[in-house]
């Protein structure tokens, strides 16, 4: 569950509230509200210092072992009591500040056990401050390798991926079989139009529905447009949200890239287990600058992650990370064979830690600035800084050549044709290539072009009638003339109209396309004129209109993962507000019973008084504070053991440096009391 859904649970006055825990002291005073801030890696890093120490080993612990996924409650205790040498108690006064701060949350399960995570969209803030990956520069020989490496190919930023994908799905319709899922050609036409392939996906354990449908790549785009709002789905078809669509097409490339970001991460986060410490590091590394994949790899391992990861061993995380990010065009990737050695290195060609980016609109407020350069030969050379408004018609309007620093589109035939089986005309087409190109002329050749083109396509169309056949004109007169029947029927058979038999629409078909009169694709319904237009036209050239509607960057609604299924579906359970504070008031509340020197001051007791200070930290789950001859020392009782007719305790004291459980008898210290964690006297 990322902060966006989170926040819609849990509401203003909930979110004022953590940032006014002391952790967020700095955000606040910037005026960052609590969404913003738990994201904002300086926000982060600066909180991080402001964390108790046992909070920071909860949180740094918790990170290490379980990654982004979420942990029932009893055993992340367990695990941070083994590995930290915490007592439960100051475990549980560490998770409180933890979720009074909103880091961590916990959702209840029916029967009552909780299941603390950390929103995936924080979690790589959070590791990059607590367990900081801070590579050295490429050394002189590494560097050598990088420059005589192979660079793998250039894949489009994920964003022009899915708006090809968009497009294609446009144009080749968006209606649903029977079964719910697009059709076969719709699919294929969907997955050939991204660089990104099932084999980056498969490794991070995703599932999803329709796999006998759909590959992982197809539900991976479909899941994208889900998440930004941009499909609805009707009984037999998929229609676009306009409105947050034309939101998505207006914002700023580098902006939508981040969101992008945001989303594969907390999808993918959840899945991959470990694995996801290979990917907060690496997004952690600044834009521009050359790194070693093995880097990562080692930095697991001296950070004491990848002892924790055994799923792991057997596979590079952070290679695949590297391969699926080329894949989605963030980042340049360099293959070295030097001295039949192989190793990667990559560069960040996004910048991972950027801030919300201006709307592309604003940018189009001077009305008929130049994006595009049309060619005579129908070649339209779009500019980087073209507006994917304005990209989403020219891949209607032209097959797209090549698409690096600048894309290539060509004007065909079949392509013009295709704009107007999509409700576009020759006067529109020919007012978007003039306002793209900033208002130049368009050159005479691509006038002639497109108004012969024009004249020639979606000429014809076949449209399915069902026929009220009449045994003679007397009774066909009959049936014209009553008042009824006569305002039902469509039209009458004229010079304009022809029936043919549906067995030969193929063959009419095909010689229209040969004499140059394509005729529209499909069955025409008679309603055909009043249907929503698979492929929108979302052109906008000057100022936009003011409005809710124009609002840049928000996503109209919060898919419930409806072509990837979600790892971890938390939403699915009630939110508990601080669950880990309820059961320390409830333990306090017990803490009455018991004589108020125990946990004042040191003091000399009997034996069995001794027992009874063991048993009481036990159950309270604190630790206690020993005057052993090596001094004062703390120590966090385990488990009492009585043995002939004596008794000892086990457990571990912290200071040792190999933290291992060791066996006390009641003669091996002095005095003694009991520490409750959260009071401020000194331990």
């Given at each position: ?61 918790m990170l290490r072992l379980f990654a982004a996924t979420p942990v029932e409650g009893d055993k992340l205790l367990k695990e ?234 057997e596979r590079d995380s952070a290679g695949l990370w590297c391969a699926l990010f080329h894949a989605l065009g963030w980042l ?258 017990n803490r009455g019973s018991i004589p108020a020197m125990w946990t004042k001051q040191l003091r000399e007791y009997h034996s ?76």
């Amino acid at each position: 569950m990322n902060i966006n859904r989170l926040a819609a649970k849990l509401g203003e006055e909930r979110q004022g509230q953590f940032m006014r825990s002391a952790v967020w002291t700095e955000a606040a005073h910037r005026g960052m509200t609590w969404q913003v801030a738990a994201k904002d890696k300086l926000a982060v890093r600066e909180a991080a210092t402001r964390l108790s120490a046992d909070a920071a080993a909860v949180l740094a612990w918790m990170l290490r072992l379980f990654a982004a996924t979420p942990v029932e409650g009893d055993k992340l205790l367990k695990e941070i009591r083994r590995n930290a040498a915490l007592s439960g108690a100051e475990c549980q006064v560490a998770l409180a500040e933890l979720e009074e701060a909103g880091i961590l949350f916990a959702v209840r399960k029916v029967w009552g056990e909780s299941l603390y995570f950390i929103p995936p969209d924080t979690f790589a803030p959070w590791q990059q401050a607590m367990i900081p990956f801070r590579p050295e520069p490429l050394a002189p020989r590494e560097r050598e390798k990088l420059m005589n490496g192979e660079m793998e190919p250039n894949c489009r930023p994920l964003g022009r991926q899915l708006l090809s994908a968009f497009a294609a799905l446009a144009a080749c319709g968006l209606g649903l079989t029977s079964k719910g899922t697009l059709n076969k050609k719709t699919i294929s036409k969907l997955t050939e139009s991204a660089e990104l392939d099932d084999r980056q996906l498969l490794p991070f354990g995703l599932n999803w529905p329709h796999r006998e449908h759909y590959p992982l790549k197809a539900a991976f785009i479909l899941e994208a447009a889900s998440a930004e709002g941009l499909l609805m789905t009707t009984a037999d078809s998929l229609r676009w949200n306009v409105p947050a669509f034309g939101r998505w097409l207006e914002l700023n490339e580098e902006e939508r890239e981040r969101r992008l970001l945001d989303w594969c991460l907390s999808m993918l986060l959840p899945a991959c287990g470990s694995g996801a410490h290979a990917a907060a590091a690496i997004i952690g590394l600044k834009a521009g600058e050359w790194y070693a994949e093995r880097e990562v790899s080692r930095f697991l391992g001296s950070s004491g992650i990848a002892a924790f990861a055994a799923e792991d061993a057997e596979r590079d995380s952070a290679g695949l990370w590297c391969a699926l990010f080329h894949a989605l065009g963030w980042l340049e990737r360099v293959e070295s064979r030097s001295g039949g050695e192989r190793q990667f290195f990559f560069k960040w060609v996004i910048d991972t830690d950027m801030d919300g980016a201006k709307s592309i609109v604003e940018e189009q407020a001077a009305p008929f600035r130049r994006w595009i350069n049309v060619q005579p030969s129908g070649e339209l050379i779009a500019e980087p800084e073209c507006p994917f408004t304005a990209r989403w018609e020219l891949e209607l309007l032209a097959e797209r050549v090549s698409d690096e620093r600048v894309t290539v589109y060509r004007l065909t035939a079949s392509s013009i044709a295709r704009a107007l089986e999509n409700g576009r005309t020759r006067q529109s087409i020919r007012r978007f290539l003039h306002d793209a190109s900033g208002g130049e002329g368009i050159p005479r050749e691509v006038e002639e072009m497109v108004a012969d083109w024009t004249s020639r396509a979606c000429r014809t169309s076949f449209a399915e009638a069902v026929l009220l056949r009449c045994d003679n004109e007397q009774m066909a007169a009959i049936v014209e003339s009553h008042p009824v029947i006569a305002p039902l029927l469509l039209e009458k058979l004229g010079p304009a109209a022809f029936i043919v038999d549906p067995a030969h629409v193929g063959e009419i078909r095909r010689l229209l396309q040969q004499a140059g009169y394509p005729p529209r694709k499909g069955m025409q319904a008679a309603d055909a004129a009043d249907e929503a237009r698979p492929y929108p036209d979302m052109v906008m050239f000057g100022d936009p209109a003011p409005g809710p509607e124009r609002e840049v960057g928000k996503c109209l609604t919060d898919s419930p993962f409806a072509y990837v299924y979600e790892t971890f579906p938390l939403h699915h359970f009630e939110l508990a507000a601080n669950a880990a504070r309820e059961r320390l008031l409830a333990s306090a509340a017990n803490r009455g019973s018991i004589p108020a020197m125990w946990t004042k001051q040191l003091r000399e007791y009997h034996s069995s008084t001794r027992k009874e200070l063991i048993e009481q930290a036990l159950q309270w789950q604190t630790p206690v504070q020993l005057r052993m001859k090596q001094g004062l020392r703390s120590f966090v009782p385990e488990r009492l053991e009585q043995k002939d007719g004596g008794w000892a305790v086990i457990g571990l004291l912290r200071d040792e440096p190999e933290r291992q459980p060791i066996r006390l008898t009641p003669d091996m210290w002095e005095e003694m009391r009991l520490v409750i964690p959260g009071r401020s006297d000194p331990i």
